[in-house]
T-cell receptor, first 116, second 119 residues
């Protein structure tokens, strides 16, 4: 079974600064997907960024980027120019690649606080 | 973008009663939907995979007789919590995959969740 570990229960960053959220995972598969989801107080799950394991290039979405280290099974999220609206729970998630029938395995989450 | 509608957003019920939660894909057909459970300040845990026209696949430790899943159409999956007890109180979230995105794109869309409180 796959596992996802987020070792930072809470992180705090000054507005406009950069913060990195850590995530490691364990799998015996060679092809899979990794995701970062944001869950604000509304509890709506919002996809931040996704990475296909077969792609070496790190995914980026505007101020959000990942550092994907496949050999180390590490998938960290970097948020640049932090904004107050970035405050939320962030979950790292894993999914097998086969067929789309597999659900997501989530980490325990990191609560991101943005200091004004 | 694709939208998944989940209803109701919150429900309060008495212990021993059953509660049904609906998850609808509004602008795509979802052959597969997923049900998650989230306790306060905790992560989402996959409960079951709902397959259109066939039985749901439950994760280890999830009681299939307690959490009945029906996926009778390509746009609707329902989760029924039977004989609910206070320990079933939780936040339940569904998600659906838009097959039109292609397997390689594999984008999942989440409902807005249902807070169940059992008195």
């Amino acid at each position: 079974a796959q596992t996802v570990t987020q070792s930072q229960p809470e992180m705090s960053v000054q507005e406009a600064e950069t913060v990195t959220l850590s995530c490691t995972y364990d799998t015996s598969e060679s092809d899979y997907y990794l995701f970062w989801y944001k869950q604000p107080p509304s509890r709506q799950m919002i996809l931040v960024i996704r990475q296909e394991a077969y792609k070496q290039q790190n995914a980026t979405e505007n101020r959000f980027s990942v550092n994907f280290q496949k050999a180390a099974k590490s998938f960290s999220l970097k948020i640049s120019d932090s904004q107050l609206g970035d405050a939320a729970m962030y979950f790292c998630a894993y999914r097998n690649s086969g067929g789309g029938a597999d659900g997501l395995t989530f980490g325990k989450g990191t609560h991101l606080i943005i200091q004004p | 973008g694709a939208v998944v509608s989940q209803h109701p957003s919150w429900v309060i019920c008495k212990s021993g009663t059953s509660v049904k939660i609906e998850c609808r894909s509004l602008d795509f057909q979802a052959t597969t939907m997923f049900w998650y459970r989230q306790f306060p300040k905790q992560s989402l845990m996959l409960m079951a995979t709902s397959n259109e026209g066939s039985k749901a696949t439950y994760e280890q430790g999830v009681e299939k007789d307690k959490f009945l899943i029906n996926h009778a159409s390509l746009t609707l999956s329902t989760l029924t919590v039977t004989s609910a007890h206070p320990e079933d109180s939780s936040f339940y979230i569904c998600s659906a995959r838009d097959p039109g995105q292609g397997v390689s794109r594999s984008k999942l869309f989440f409902g807005s969740g249902t807070q169940l409180s059992v008195l």
